[in-house]
C-alpha cells in the first residue's frame, strides 16, 4: 500500500524491470498481501499495461481458488463464505 501511495504521488519511481517481483506477490499465501498487491497492480496496468499483462491469468487462478474451489485462510471466511 505504500508503494501504491508512492506511484501515485510520483510515477517515474518505480522500474520497468520491477514488473516481474511486483506480479509474484500475487501468489502469496495471504489474501492480505494479495489484496494489498491488487490495488497496486490495478494503477499499474492503467498506465502501463503491457508490462503488467502477466497479471490476469494470475487473478484469473486466484478467483478460482477462492471462489470455485473454496481455499480460503479461515481469517476470511464471513458466515461460511470466502471473502474477498
Excluded at 489474501?31 to 499483462?53: F, P, Q
Excluded at 486466484?62 to 476470511?76: F, G, M, N, S, T
Amino acid at each position: 500500500m505504500t508503494l501504491l501511495r508512492l506511484y501515485r504521488k510520483h510515477p517515474a519511481i518505480l522500474q520497468p524491470e520491477w514488473a516481474d517481483r511486483i506480479l509474484s506477490l500475487l501468489d502469496d499465501t495471504d489474501m492480505g498481501v494479495t489484496l494489498s498487491v491488487t490495488h497496486l497492480v490495478l494503477a499499474l496496468l492503467h498506465d502501463c499495461s503491457d508490462e503488467y499483462r502477466g497479471c490476469y491469468p494470475k487473478a484469473v487462478s486466484r478467483l478460482k481458488q477462492v471462489v470455485i474451489e473454496a481455499h480460503v485462510q479461515p481469517d476470511y471466511v464471513y458466515y461460511g463464505v470466502g471473502v474477498p
